[in-house]
Nanobody, 122 residues
């Protein structure tokens, strides 16, 4: 059974940085797309970033390009999200996800973590 456990959320001032980590277990993730989604209060969940587990190709939402960096450590089965220049609109619950896929113009995933809250104060 796939398990995704996030850590690293918290409160940060606008302009600051946070690093989220996700430890994945339960299967081999070779060939998978791993990534992060977020859901702000009153809004739908949205794709943030994705990375190919085997080759490291990355994908980003336009809203975070140039500020966020996704990476993976295959030896530690960990996917990380470095978030810089944070804005109040980045406030959300961030979810680690595995087996990302694209359905039309939107992203979805087969497996989800429990989420970690990021709050950016202005």
């Amino acid at each position: 059974q796939v398990q995704l456990v996030e850590s690293g959320g918290g409160l940060v001032q606008a302009g600051g940085s946070l690093r989220l980590s996700c430890v994945a277990s339960g299967r081999t993730f070779s060939g998978y797309l791993m990534g992060w989604f977020r859901q702000a209060p009153g809004k739908e969940r949205e794709f943030v970033a994705g990375i190919n587990w085997s080759y490291g190709y990355t994908y980003y939402a336009d809203s975070v390009k140039g500020r966020y960096t996704i990476s993976r450590d295959n030896a530690k089965n960990t996917v990380s999200l470095q978030m810089n220049s944070l804005k109040s609109e980045d406030t959300a619950v961030y979810y680690c996800a595995a087996n990302l896929y694209r359905g039309g113009s939107s992203w979805n995933a087969g497996y989800w973590g429990q989420g970690t809250l990021v709050t950016v104060s202005s």
